[in-house]
C-alpha cells in the first residue's frame, strides 16, 4: 500500500540521543501572517493549478536504516525543547523511504515562520550519506517527544501518514489524511508543507497542505496525549481535481499476518503477529459490527453500508502477553485507532480491504469511509472528526463483544469431508441460558450450529458453526447470538476461507 513501511518509521523514530537544549525558527526569515482560512484558501486555488510532483533528493537513494541511525537528531537542537511538556519537536532527514522534502514553519502569535533545514541539526561524519543531501535538502518529517524527551508519540512522516503511540507508548498501524483508489491502482497525495503551532501544556497543532494529482486539501491537526494515550481532533477541506472512483476518509492502515485462527501460516516462532485482530462499525443505529481480520489468499474487500455510523475503528483486542510471546516489539501493546466523525457523513460505507502477506513488515490492511455520491472533479469535501490511540475500546456497549475466534475441520465428515468448523467466543453477557445462534452465509452451506455457556468463564458464550464450503472461495459468514428474538452481542462477520 506504500513504499514506506511501518518499521521504516520506526527505525527513523529510533535515531536520537537525548540532552536538553533547543531550537527555533530560521532567525532571518520573514514571518508572515497565518490563519487555518487562508490555509483552506491556499488548498482551493492550488487546485485549479496542474499537479506538480515535488523532485526526490537523487542522494536520498543512498541513505538506509545504518545511515540515519547514525545520524541522530542533535538533542540540543530540539523545538520548544524549553517547554518540560510534551511538545517537543525533532525532525527526520530524507532517506531511501522518504525522499521528498516537506517544507516546515513554525507559528507563533497568528505569524508563520519557515524553518530552515541545517545538516549541523544530525550528529554524523563526514563520510555519512546524510551529510551529501546538501545543505538546503529539507527534511522529511517530524514527530513530538514526551516531556521527559526518552520517547516520542506522534510522527508525521511519508506521503500524508501519521502515526501514534498509545497508552502503552508502543506504536503499531497507521493513519493517514486521505485514500484513493486503494483497492484497485492507488494513489498517494502527500503533505507537502506543515505549520506547528504549541497550543498548550502537552498540546500542539500540525497544520497540513496535501497536494496530488487528483486532489488537494488544508488539514488542521489539534494534537493532545494523556494517560490514555494520543488525541487528535481533526478537520480538513479536501478539493478535488478529477473524478474519483473510490474516495477512502479518514483511513487507517495496519497489518495483520496470522492468529490462532490461521495456524498454518504460521511459519514464525510466535503464536500471533499482528498490529490490529478487527475492524469495529458503530452505526447509527446503536448496532455494532465486528469483523476480525483476515490474511487473505487473494485480495479482498468487504463493505458495512451506513449513514452518518457513530464510529470505526481497527482494534487491538487481543492484549495477552502469553498469546504472542513477544518480548521485543510487544504486539499484546499495540494500540487501537478509533474515528468519531464531529460532521454527520451521511451516507456510505466502512470499506475493509485486505491483501495477502507472508511477513509482519508489510501493512495489508486498509479501513475508511466511502461516500455513496460519486466524487467529481472540482468539487470541496469538509471533514471533521476524532482520533483516538489507546488501549482500551471506545465508550462501552450493552452487547457482548466477540472475544476469540477460532477455526478447524468439522467432524461432521462423509459427504462432506471439506467441512469446517468456525467457533466464536462472545464475553460481557449475562444470560446463563436462552440463548441461541442465527447465522446468513453467502458462498457456502450451513451444516449445523449451536450455541452454549463456555464452562469455567462466567460471561461467556461460544457459538459453533459447521459449514460446507462452496468451492475455493471464503464464505462469507454473518453471525450473532439471540434472547428471544433479540440481538444481544455483536453481529460478527468473516471470510470462513477453505
Same mark, same amino acid.
Not at 510487544?330 to 487501537?336: E, V
Not at 466502512?350 to 472540482?378: C, H, I, M, Q
Given at each position: 500500500?506504500?513504499?514506506?513501511?511501518?518499521?521504516?518509521?520506526?527505525?527513523?523514530?529510533?535515531?536520537?540521543?537525548?540532552?536538553?537544549?533547543?531550537?527555533? *525558527?530560521?532567525?532571518?526569515?520573514? $514571518?508572515? %501572517?497565518?490563519?487555518?482560512?487562508? #490555509?483552506? &484558501?491556499? +488548498?482551493? /486555488?492550488?487546485?485549479?493549478?496542474?499537479?506538480?510532483?515535488?523532485?526526490?533528493?537523487?542522494?536520498?537513494?543512498?541513505?538506509?536504516?545504518?545511515?540515519?541511525?547514525?545520524?541522530?537528531?542533535?538533542?540540543?537542537?530540539?523545538?520548544?525543547?524549553?517547554?518540560?511538556?510534551?511538545?517537543?519537536?525533532?525532525?527526520?532527514?530524507?532517506?531511501?523511504?522518504?525522499?521528498?522534502?516537506?517544507?516546515?514553519?513554525?507559528?507563533?502569535?497568528?505569524?508563520?515562520?519557515?524553518?530552515?533545514?541545517?545538516?549541523?541539526?544530525?550528529?554524523?561524519?563526514?563520510?555519512?550519506?546524510?551529510?551529501?543531501?546538501?545543505?538546503?535538502?529539507?527534511?522529511?518529517?517530524?514527530?513530538?517527544?514526551?516531556?521527559?524527551?526518552?520517547?516520542?508519540?506522534?510522527?508525521?512522516?511519508? *506521503?500524508?501518514?501519521?502515526?501514534? $503511540?498509545? %497508552?502503552?507508548?508502543?506504536?503499531? #498501524?497507521? &493513519?493517514? +489524511?486521505? /485514500?484513493?483508489?486503494?483497492?484497485?491502482?492507488?494513489?498517494?497525495?502527500?503533505?507537502?508543507?506543515?505549520?506547528?503551532?504549541?497550543?498548550?501544556?502537552?498540546?500542539?497543532?500540525?497544520?497540513?497542505?496535501?497536494?496530488?494529482?487528483?486532489?488537494?486539501?488544508?488539514?488542521?491537526?489539534?494534537?493532545?496525549?494523556?494517560?490514555?494515550?494520543?488525541?487528535?481532533?481533526?478537520?480538513?477541506?479536501?478539493?478535488?481535481?478529477?473524478?474519483?472512483?473510490?474516495?477512502?476518509?479518514?483511513?487507517?492502515?495496519?497489518?495483520?499476518?496470522?492468529?490462532?485462527?490461521?495456524?498454518?501460516?504460521?511459519?514464525?516462532?510466535?503464536?500471533?503477529?499482528?498490529?490490529?485482530?478487527?475492524?469495529?462499525?458503530?452505526?447509527?443505529?446503536?448496532?455494532?459490527?465486528?469483523?476480525?481480520?483476515?490474511?487473505?489468499?487473494?485480495?479482498?474487500?468487504?463493505?458495512?453500508?451506513?449513514?452518518?455510523?457513530?464510529?470505526?475503528?481497527?482494534?487491538?483486542?487481543?492484549?495477552?502477553?502469553?498469546?504472542?510471546?513477544?518480548?521485543?516489539?510487544?504486539?499484546?501493546?499495540?494500540?487501537?485507532?478509533?474515528?468519531?466523525?464531529?460532521?454527520?457523513?451521511?451516507?456510505?460505507?466502512?470499506?475493509?480491504?485486505?491483501?495477502?502477506?507472508?511477513?509482519?513488515?508489510?501493512?495489508?490492511?486498509?479501513?475508511?469511509?466511502?461516500?455513496?455520491?460519486?466524487?467529481?472533479?472540482?468539487?470541496?469535501?469538509?471533514?471533521?472528526?476524532?482520533?483516538?490511540?489507546?488501549?482500551?475500546?471506545?465508550?462501552?456497549?450493552?452487547?457482548?463483544?466477540?472475544?476469540?475466534?477460532?477455526?478447524?475441520?468439522?467432524?461432521?465428515?462423509?459427504?462432506?469431508?471439506?467441512?469446517?468448523?468456525?467457533?466464536?467466543?462472545?464475553?460481557?453477557?449475562?444470560?446463563?441460558?436462552?440463548?441461541?445462534?442465527?447465522?446468513?452465509?453467502?458462498?457456502?452451506?450451513?451444516?449445523?450450529?449451536?450455541?452454549?455457556?463456555?464452562?469455567?468463564?462466567?460471561?461467556?458464550?461460544?457459538?459453533?458453526?459447521?459449514?460446507?464450503?462452496?468451492?475455493?472461495?471464503?464464505?462469507?459468514?454473518?453471525?450473532?447470538?439471540?434472547?428471544?428474538?433479540?440481538?444481544?452481542?455483536?453481529?460478527?462477520?468473516?471470510?470462513?476461507?477453505?
Amino acid at each position: 500500500m506504500t513504499d514506506l513501511t511501518r518499521r521504516d518509521m520506526i527505525a527513523l523514530s529510533s535515531a536520537a540521543m537525548l540532552m536538553p537544549g533547543q531550537l527555533h *525558527a530560521q532567525d532571518d526569515a520573514v $514571518a508572515t %501572517a497565518f490563519s487555518w482560512k487562508t #490555509l483552506v &484558501a491556499q +488548498a482551493q /486555488a492550488l487546485s485549479r493549478k496542474p499537479y506538480a510532483q515535488t523532485p526526490h533528493n537523487a542522494a536520498a537513494a543512498k541513505i538506509g536504516y545504518d545511515a540515519l541511525h547514525k545520524a541522530q537528531f542533535r538533542p540540543e537542537r530540539t523545538l520548544w525543547n524549553d517547554q518540560a511538556d510534551a511538545t517537543g519537536v525533532r525532525f527526520f532527514p530524507l532517506s531511501n523511504t522518504a525522499g521528498q522534502p516537506v517544507a516546515i514553519n513554525i507559528v507563533e502569535n497568528g505569524r508563520a515562520t519557515p524553518l530552515r533545514y541545517d545538516p549541523t541539526m544530525f550528529d554524523m561524519t563526514p563520510d555519512n550519506p546524510v551529510a551529501q543531501l546538501g545543505p538546503d535538502a529539507g527534511f522529511a518529517g517530524f514527530r513530538f517527544m514526551n516531556a521527559a524527551r526518552d520517547a516520542d508519540w506522534l510522527v508525521f512522516m511519508g *506521503a500524508s501518514y501519521f502515526r501514534a $503511540a498509545g %497508552a502503552e507508548k508502543q506504536y503499531g #498501524l497507521s &493513519a493517514r +489524511a486521505i /485514500a484513493i483508489d486503494t483497492s484497485s491502482k492507488e494513489e498517494f497525495p502527500r503533505f507537502t508543507t506543515f505549520w506547528l503551532e504549541r497550543t498548550g501544556t502537552d498540546a500542539v497543532t500540525v497544520y497540513a497542505l496535501l497536494d496530488g494529482e487528483s486532489v488537494t486539501g488544508a488539514f488542521r491537526f489539534g494534537n493532545g496525549i494523556d494517560e490514555e494515550g494520543v488525541h487528535q481532533n481533526i478537520e480538513a477541506a479536501i478539493f478535488t481535481r478529477r473524478p474519483i472512483a473510490e474516495l477512502g476518509l479518514m483511513p487507517m492502515t495496519s497489518m495483520f499476518w496470522y492468529d490462532q485462527a490461521h495456524r498454518k501460516l504460521a511459519t514464525d516462532w510466535r503464536p500471533e503477529i499482528h498490529d490490529s485482530d478487527g475492524l469495529l462499525v458503530r452505526s447509527a443505529t446503536g448496532t455494532s459490527h465486528f469483523r476480525a481480520l483476515a490474511n487473505p489468499k487473494a485480495p479482498h474487500t468487504s463493505d458495512f453500508p451506513e449513514k452518518s455510523p457513530r464510529g470505526f475503528g481497527l482494534l487491538q483486542r487481543d492484549r495477552n502477553f502469553d498469546h504472542y510471546q513477544d518480548d521485543g516489539v510487544f504486539y499484546h501493546r499495540r494500540p487501537s485507532l478509533w474515528v468519531t466523525p464531529t460532521k454527520a457523513l451521511g451516507a456510505g460505507k466502512v470499506r475493509l480491504y485486505e491483501f495477502p502477506t507472508d511477513s509482519e513488515y508489510t501493512d495489508n490492511v486498509a479501513a475508511y469511509w466511502t461516500p455513496a455520491k460519486p466524487v467529481g472533479g472540482g468539487q470541496r469535501i469538509d471533514l471533521a472528526y476524532r482520533l483516538d490511540w489507546q488501549s482500551v475500546e471506545p465508550a462501552a456497549q450493552s452487547a457482548g463483544k466477540v472475544e476469540n475466534v477460532l477455526r478447524g475441520f468439522s467432524d461432521v465428515g462423509g459427504a462432506q469431508p471439506n467441512a469446517m468448523r468456525l467457533v466464536v467466543d462472545f464475553g460481557g453477557l449475562s444470560a446463563k441460558t436462552g440463548l441461541s445462534v442465527t447465522a446468513e452465509l453467502k458462498g457456502g452451506t450451513l451444516l449445523k450450529k449451536a450455541a452454549y455457556p463456555i464452562l469455567g468463564r462466567p460471561g461467556s458464550w461460544r457459538a459453533v458453526l459447521d459449514v460446507n464450503p462452496a468451492g475455493v472461495d471464503p464464505v462469507d459468514v454473518q453471525l450473532s447470538l439471540m434472547q428471544g428474538g433479540a440481538m444481544v452481542t455483536e453481529l460478527f462477520h468473516y471470510p470462513l476461507l477453505p
